[in-house]
Nanobody, 114 residues
Framework: VQLQASGGGLVQAGGSLRLSCAAS????????MAWYRQAPGKQRERVTS???????FYKDSVKGRFTISRDNAKNTVSLQMNSLKPEDTAVYYC?????????WGQGTQVTVSS
């Protein structure tokens, strides 16, 4: 499977960004899709995920600020990020959960300035 995340950028604290992920090469709707992030010097962590049927999980620190969605017909998953904080700064990746594919792609950089 190939995963391509996009939509990152530089934003001030309190701002918003919308990330998108396009998946190809496999049956997208079979998988739970997740957004992960990796900040400098830290391990990659799951931020949020969504099942094919729309059941969601959010890391506590992003609840109420981030919203994940997916379009199974278009093989895409999105992440709306509002009220961004400097601690949200990281490279964001999309992948399956709980067993991510080996190919993570380049991810998309999100930088939140204070």
């Amino acid at each position: 499977v190939q995963l391509q995340a996009s939509g990152g950028g530089l934003v001030q604290a309190g701002g918003s960004l919308r990330l998108s992920c396009a998946a190809s090469g496999s049956t997208f709707s079979n998988f739970i899709m997740a957004w992960y992030r990796q900040a400098p010097g830290k391990q990659r962590e799951r931020v949020t995920s969504i099942s094919s049927g729309g059941v969601t999980f959010y890391k506590d620190s992003v609840k109420g600020r981030f919203t994940i969605s997916r379009d199974n017909a278009k093989n895409t998953v999105s992440l709306q990020m509002n009220s961004l904080k400097p601690e949200d700064t990281a490279v964001y990746y999309c992948n399956t959960f709980p067993l991510p594919f080996d190919s993570w792609g380049q991810g998309t950089q999100v930088t939140v300035s204070s």
